[in-house]
C-alpha cells in the first residue's frame, strides 16, 4: 500500500493554452469551477469579452477531474452527476465540447452486515422485487413515493433557472416575481401546498417513516438527506437536502445519477472549450486577491501576483465568505451586508478519499459485479442506530466511530479512467467535523481515513490489501485547496435560512451585491450546490439584463 496523499497531481485538461492576455474586458470572472465558467460561457456567447480567473492549477473547482496517479482520471471532489441542467448542455452543445453521460445500473447498493442487501435502479420491476426481499408493502409504496417527489419537483425545479423575487422589495419585477410564485403556490392545493412546505422545513426521517417500514430502504434513501450537512435526517431540514438529491435526472431518466465519461472534470473541459470558443480567456494559477472598487462600482481585479486586470464588471465564483470578507475591502461594503455574511452557517463534516485499487472490491453480502452492484453509489450505513450514532459522535466534535460511507467505483462503468484490471474507489465519508474538540485535521486524517478502510474492509474485505495509492481530503484540506469555507461542500449550507430568497444573504439574492457591477455566480448563490450551472446561468441572465458590460 502506498503512503499518505501523492503531491500535486498531473490534472487532466490543465495544459490549458496561455491566452493572449488584454489589460481590460468586458466582464472578469473569478474562478473556473463549473459555475464561474457557465457564466463566463453565457457572457462569451452575447459578445462580451471574457477572462476567467482560477487560483489553481486546473479548471472545475469542485468538478474537476485529476490524474493522481499515472493513469488514474480522479474525480477528486464530486463524482457522480444528475443535477446538471440539461437546457446548458444543450445551449452550450456541450456533448460536442466532449461531454458524455454514462448511466448506472443499478444506481444503489446496500449491503448489510447480516450478509443482506438492497439494489436499485431506474427500472420499476427491479426496485419492486429488490424492495420487496424487505417489505412486500413498501415495494408497493416505492412508485407512489417518487410519483410524489416528481409532483413537488414539478413546482420546484421551474425556480431552479429563475431569479428568486424578494418579497420585500418594492420593484416591479420582485412585486410580480412574488406574486406570480404565490399563484403556483397557491395551485398546488391544500394537500400538495402543506407537503411542499414539510419538504422544506421537515425532518427527512419523518416523511421516510411515513412512507415505508423497511428500514434497510429508509436508511439506504436517508443518506441522501445528510450529504454535505452537519445534521442527522432527524433534523429539521434534512428532507430539503435528500430532495434536492432527487431533482436532476441522467439521460432523461429522473433522479437517477451517472458518472460522466472521463470523471467529473470532462464537463468542467467541456465548459471551458465552450467559453474559450465563444471568445472568453482562461487564465489558470491565477489567484485574485483584491477586487479593485473605484466610486463604489467593481472596476477589475488585482491578482496576487501584483497583476492587475481591469473591466466594466467583476464577477466571482467563491463563496460569500472568501468573495466579501477576503477579496473585498470592508469599506467597499455596508456593515449590517458584512454581519450577514459573517453569519452565514458553513457548518460541515464531509471528507472525501480516493483511492487507486489493484482489483475490484468484493462485498461479502454479494461477491463480484455480476449483478452490476459496483456501477452504483455503495452505502455503507446499515441502520439508523449506525447513522445518529456517527452524528451523535460529530456533534460533540469528533469523527465518527463508526463513520458513514458513500463508495463509488466508476471505473467499473468508464474503463477509461484506470488503467486495465486497476480500479478508483471514491469515498464520500459522514462525518468528519470541520470543528475538532481534539486535535486538528492534519494530525488525524490519515488514522481517521484508516478507520474508514478498515469499515470498508468490514463488507469487502479485499480492498484494504487492494489499495496501490490513496488520497485524503478532510474538510480542513477542502477549505484550503478548493476555497470551500469550512470545508462545506455546497458554499454554505442548504438549510432554508439560506435557500431560496435568502441565498447567499436576504434582499441580494438577485445575483447582485451592494457594490455596482460585482456579482456572484457560484453555489452560494440560488439555486445552491451541487454541479447544476443554474447559479451561473441565472448569474449571466442578470448581469447581461444590467447592461453594465
Ligand atoms: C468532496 C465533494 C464532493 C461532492 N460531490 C458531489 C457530487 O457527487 N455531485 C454533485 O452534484 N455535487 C457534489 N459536490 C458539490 C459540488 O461539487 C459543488 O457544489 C459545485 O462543484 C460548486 O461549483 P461552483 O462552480 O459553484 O464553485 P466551486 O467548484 O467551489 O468553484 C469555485 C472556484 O473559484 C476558485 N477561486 C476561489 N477563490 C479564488 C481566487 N481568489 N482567485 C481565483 N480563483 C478562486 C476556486 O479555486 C474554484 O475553482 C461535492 C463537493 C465536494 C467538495
Excluded at 185 to 193: I, S, T
Excluded at 195 to 211: C, F, G, M, N, Y
Excluded at 519 to 544: D, S
Aim: include cysteine.
Amino acid at each position: 500500500m502506498a503512503g499518505p496523499a501523492e503531491n500535486r497531481s498531473r490534472s487532466v485538461g490543465s495544459t490549458l493554452p496561455s491566452p493572449a492576455l488584454r489589460s481590460f474586458y468586458d466582464a472578469i470572472v473569478i474562478g473556473a469551477g463549473h459555475n464561474g465558467l457557465v457564466c463566463a460561457a453565457y457572457l462569451a456567447r452575447a459578445g462580451k469579452s471574457v477572462l476567467v480567473l482560477e487560483r489553481r492549477h486546473v479548471v472545475g473547482g469542485a468538478c474537476v477531474t485529476e490524474e493522481l496517479w499515472p493513469g488514474f482520471q480522479v474525480s477528486v471532489c464530486a463524482y457522480v452527476n444528475s443535477l446538471f441542467r440539461p437546457e446548458i448542455v444543450r445551449e452550450l452543445e456541450l456533448k460536442r465540447h466532449g461531454f458524455q453521460m454514462l448511466p448506472r445500473r443499478p444506481s444503489s447498493f446496500t449491503p448489510f452486515p447480516d450478509g443482506r442487501y438492497l439494489l436499485l435502479g431506474p427500472d420499476a420491476d427491479f426496485n419492486a422485487a429488490e424492495i420487496g426481499k424487505f417489505s412486500i408493502r413498501d415495494a408497493e409504496a416505492y412508485p407512489r413515493y417518487e410519483r410524489w417527489l416528481e409532483e413537488i419537483a414539478g413546482f420546484i425545479e421551474p425556480t431552479l433557472m429563475q431569479t428568486p423575487p424578494d418579497p420585500w422589495a418594492n420593484t416591479w419585477q420582485d412585486l410580480t416575481g412574488t406574486l406570480r410564485l404565490g399563484w403556483r403556490f397557491r395551485g398546488l392545493g391544500r394537500q400538495l401546498g402543506h407537503r411542499l412546505v414539510e419538504i422544506l422545513t421537515a425532518p427527512a426521517r419523518s416523511i421516510l417513516d411515513r412512507w415505508f417500514e423497511s428500514e434497510e430502504l429508509k436508511v439506504t434513501l436517508a443518506t441522501d438527506a445528510i450529504i454535505g450537512t452537519l445534521a442527522s435526517p432527524s433534523q429539521p431540514g434534512t428532507a430539503y437536502v435528500l430532495f434536492h438529491h432527487v431533482m436532476g435526472e441522467c439521460e432523461g431518466v429522473r433522479g437517477v445519477w451517472g458518472y460522466v465519461q472521463g470523471g467529473m472534470g470532462a464537463l468542467t473541459r467541456a465548459l471551458a472549450s465552450a467559453a474559450q470558443e465563444h471568445g472568453a480567456a482562461i487564465l489558470t494559477q491565477a489567484e485574485v486577491a483584491r477586487i479593485l472598487v473605484e466610486r463604489d462600482q467593481a472596476r477589475g481585479v488585482v491578482l496576487t501576483d501584483g497583476r492587475e486586470f481591469r473591466s466594466s464588471v467583476v464577477v466571482s465564483n467563491a463563496d460569500a465568505h472568501v468573495t466579501f470578507l477576503r477579496l473585498c475591502e470592508p469599506q467597499t461594503l455596508p456593515e449590517d451586508f458584512l454581519e450577514a455574511v459573517r453569519r452565514l452557517d458553513y457548518s460541515s463534516a464531509s471528507m472525501k478519499i480516493n483511492l487507486a485499487l489493484a482489483e475490484a472490491p468484493s462485498f461479502t453480502a454479494l461477491p463480484g459485479n455480476d449483478r452490476g452492484q459496483l456501477h452504483g453509489t455503495i452505502h455503507i450505513c446499515p441502520g439508523f442506530d449506525y447513522l445518529e450514532r456517527a452524528f451523535d459522535d460529530a456533534k460533540y466534535g469528533q469523527p465518527s466511530q463508526a463513520p458513514i460511507l458513500e463508495i463509488t467505483v466508476p471505473s467499473t462503468v468508464d474503463a477509461t479512467v484506470a488503467p486495465p484490471g486497476r480500479h478508483i474507489m471514491s469515498i464520500f465519508v459522514q462525518y468528519a467535523p470541520y470543528h475538532l474538540r481534539q486535535g486538528n485535521w492534519d494530525e488525524i486524517k490519515e488514522a481517521f481515513a484508516d478507520r474508514c478502510l478498515e469499515i470498508v474492509g468490514q463488507y469487502a474485505p479485499n480492498v484494504p490489501r487492494a489499495v496501490l495509492h490513496r488520497q485524503v481530503l478532510s474538510p480542513l484540506d477542502l477549505e484550503r485547496e478548493f476555497s470551500l469555507t469550512g470545508g462545506n461542500i455546497f458554499q454554505g449550507a442548504m438549510t432554508l435560512p439560506q435557500l431560496f430568497c435568502f441565498r447567499p444573504v436576504q434582499g441580494y439574492a438577485n445575483y447582485r451585491t451592494p457594490i455596482r457591477g460585482l456579482y456572484l455566480c457560484g453555489a452560494a448563490t440560488h439555486p445552491g450546490g451541487g454541479v447544476m450551472g443554474a447559479c451561473g446561468y441565472n448569474a449571466a441572465r442578470e448581469i447581461l439584463r444590467d447592461g453594465l458590460c
